[in-house]
């Protein structure tokens, strides 16, 4: 189910002296089954935008079409439109309440009014999705680690089932070990459910990883709509707004600086270790592998 | 919805009332507020009214900001009124089916809708502007001398200071929450009123968790800088009255020698009025 923004504005605190423009004329199509990354510094609109695609704030001027309606009409189920595009906040952790684990998970698909067998069904559905131990569910999610913690909170919007996932920063606030097991668990749902998802980061070797599509936000506007590796050709704009192409890109381009005839083409750590790999066979191919 | 409520939040601004010393604006507004239960006739409340004018308009907060404040206790006002207006006992100006509206009933309700927003809007003024810092430290220094009676002054104005900072911290954070929750489709305002109590515990335990969070956060940084209160703190900003202090403590006193004048001399005056008005018919 598609989303579409048509010239979509947000002002912040319009009616007091300091009125803050946080997107400015957003057009954006969010086709089925992407796999999106929104990278922006602090600051740059990215939160309030995935905050308008399931209507928790509402755009001060444009509209937003999902499914070819206006989610702003009087007659939209608001609450049908959020069950099907899952909205998970930085620090989703702080959303917990219930007194165990698995009860917690249910309040979302509790909430669509669905009957019970169906609501724990898709609860542990979810739990199993975001890869949690069965010996957790009947434990307070209070005593959980961090991580842990985050996958159930994770688990919780899941098991609304949505058509779209939105993660705002997923990874914020966790260790190495902790951020690739959240990414590597989100890139598995992706490829086993096929829904859109939409990660929100301002960290570009999370993101170059695993999506096919980048949009950089900068001061409220899209800066590039773009695939990774079109996006990180722009590596001196990037840096000029705060952030950086990965790290790799940077290796690969050092690599060219020292005289090394290798494609700085490159996003990721298996992309670069291919390059390299072929650049060494053809040094060999050629009877030039003495330098 | 949260974000309406401007009682107690702080207008940035450059103003005479903006720079006077805390001390002044808390004590002239502890005046403000006995003199307009002092005043019982229509002539005090006209002189505060333009007391009230002047200062907005040196205060450079837009009225509107003080009209929101006003929103707050608009049911309280309403109550207030129609109690007033239909229940208190006198000579009958006219009936509505049952309802007596007489002349003492009229003239109770009026005085105290204009008490109530009066009282409002002048308080108000104070906190728009004047900082919750400035305005603790004002409060410290004020009660000082109750330090000698064993009363913990600085802890309370630590306490209040603490207290009104984390004020727009829980709003955010009650925000967030229940932003997430809706986001997992949680129905915070429809049904009964046990239905509506029982959806505010998703947003309630996990406030209530951040609320001690943040405080267990604050006393261990608080700790780690070796914070001790009490005697021998120094303090960054002194409050040290300055000329303008003095001339405002003079406006304050000269706005209730007038304001109580005029109501003494009320009845003259009605009575010059009618004299004039006599004459020029």
């Known amino acids: 189910m598609p989303i579409i923004l048509d010239k979509v504005n947000h002002i912040y605190g319009q009616d007091t002296g300091t009125p803050l423009r946080a997107l400015n004329n957003i057009d954006l199509v969010i086709p089925d089954g992407q796999f999106i990354g929104i990278i922006g510094h602090t600051g ?3 939160s309030t935008l995935v905050q308008h695609l399931n209507g928790l704030m509402k755009a001060t001027s444009g509209n937003i079409y999902f499914n ?19 909205l998970v906040f930085q620090y989703p952790e702080h959303q917990l309440f219930e007194t165990d684990v698995f009860t917690d998970v249910c309040f979302g698909p509790k909430n669509l009014g669905l009957s019970q067998k169906e609501i724990e069904l898709r609860a542990y559905e979810a739990l199993k999705l975001v890869g949690l131990d069965d010996e957790y569910f009947y434990q307070s999610p209070f005593d959980l680690s961090g ?21 705002d ?10 951020r690739d097991e959240i990414l590597e668990q989100v890139a598995k749902l992706k490829k086993e459910t096929g829904i859109t998802v939409i990660l929100v980061s301002h960290s570009m070797d999370d993101v170059a990883r695993y999506v096919d599509r980048i949009i950089v936000m900068n001061k409220g506007c899209i800066l590039y709509d773009d695939t990774p590796r079109a996006v990180f050709r722009h590596y001196a704009k990037l840096e000029e707004i705060g952030l950086a192409a990965p790290q790799v890109t940077y290796i690969m381009r050092e690599l060219q600086a020292h005289g090394y005839d290798v494609s700085d083409d490159v996003t990721t750590i298996d992309e670069a270790k ?11 191919a050629t009877g030039k592998g003495n330098r | 919805m949260l974000r309406d409520i401007t009682l107690g939040q702080y207008y940035q601004a450059d103003s005479v009332i903006h720079r006077l010393d805390p001390r002044v604006k808390l004590g002239s507004t502890i005046l403000f507020i006995i003199s307009l239960f002092v005043f019982d006739g229509a002539a005090g409340y006209i002189v505060a009214a333009v007391f009230l004018t002047l200062v907005i308009n040196l205060s450079k907060v837009p009225f509107r900001f003080m009209v929101k404040g006003m929103k707050a206790i608009v049911f309280l006002l309403m109550i207030t009124v129609v109690f007033n207006l239909f229940l208190t006992p006198g000579e009958p100006l006219f009936t509505i089916w049952k309802l007596k509206i007489t002349k003492e009933g009229l003239r109770l309700a009026v005085l105290l809708a204009v008490r109530l927003s009066f009282l409002i809007i002048g308080s108000s003024i104070m906190t728009l502007t004047t900082t919750p810092n400035q305005l603790t430290d004002g409060l410290e220094k004020m009660l000082h001398p109750l330090n000698r009676i064993k009363v913990p002054v600085h802890e309370i104005a630590m306490m209040m200071s603490i207290a009104l ?7 955010e954070e009650t925000d967030k929450i229940m932003k997430a929750q809706l986001a997992r489709c949680a129905d915070f305002d429809s049904g009964n009123i046990i239905k509506r109590a029982k959806g505010l515990v998703p947003l309630l335990v996990p406030l209530f968790i951040s609320a001690f969070r943040r405080a267990n956060d604050l006393a261990m940084a608080m700790e780690a800088r070796c914070y001790r209160g009490g005697e021998h703190r120094t303090k960054m900003k002194p409050l040290h009255y300055a000329r303008r202090d003095f001339i405002a403590y003079a406006v304050v006193a000269c706005y209730l020698v007038i304001g109580v004048a005029a109501g003494r001399l009320e009845p003259v005056l009605l009575a010059f009025v009618g004299i004039t008005g006599g004459v020029s018919v």
């Open chain 1, 44 to 46: 740059s609109g990215k």
């Open chain 1, 68 to 86: 070819g309606e206006d989610i702003d009409d009087e007659d939209f189920d608001k609450k049908k439109l959020r069950s099907k595009v899952g």
């Open chain 1, 147 to 167: 991580g842990q913690k985050r996958r159930v909170a994770i688990a919780g919007v899941l098991a609304m089932k949505p058509q779209v996932l939105v993660l």
């Open chain 1, 169 to 178: 920063e997923p990874t914020a606030g966790l260790d190495p070990k902790g």
């Open chain 1, 274 to 284: 291919d390059e390299i790999k072929r650049y060494f066979a053809g040094l060999v």
């Open chain 2, 165 to 171: 900072r984390f004020i727009p911290i829980l709003m």
